[in-house]
């Protein structure tokens, strides 16, 4: 069994800052990928942001230059920084991560980001 817990969120005004956290816990051997997600009410699960094992990273358009992904993969942990944020980024906030077969296929129940305008 794997745990996913994500930390971090809150309510921002726009162009404010947050740090978002996601901590692995249980049957992890080691981590190949990772990835944060979001959902916004009404639309489908959005891949925000992704980083491998050799450091490769991606973005998705709406966040490049404003949000940065990074780890500590000895504490099974990645952080999504976000800045400028604004009332379109409102969204509850997910991770996961590969362990060299596949995304897993749980989900932590995520956190909340509300950016006011």
């Known amino acids: 069994q794997v745990w996913l817990v994500e930390s971090g969120g809150g309510l921002v005004q726009a162009g404010g800052s947050l740090r978002l956290s996601c901590e692995a816990s249980?049957?992890?051997?080691?981590?190949?990928?990772q990835a944060w997600y979001r959902q916004a009410p009404g639309k489908q699960r959005e891949l925000v942001a992704s980083?491998?094992?050799?450091?490769?990273?991606n973005y998705a358009d709406s966040v490049k230059g404003r949000f940065t992904i990074s780890r500590d993969n000895a504490k099974n942990t990645v952080y999504l920084q976000m800045n400028g944020l604004k009332p379109e980024d409102k969204a509850v906030y997910f991770c996961?991560?590969?362990?060299?077969?596949?995304?897993?296929?749980?989900w932590g129940r995520g956190t909340q980001v509300t950016v006011s305008s």
């Open positions: 980083i491998t094992f050799s450091g490769t990273i």
């Open positions: 996961n991560l590969d362990r060299g077969g596949a995304w897993l296929d749980v």
């Open positions: 249980g049957s992890i051997f080691s981590i190949n990928r």
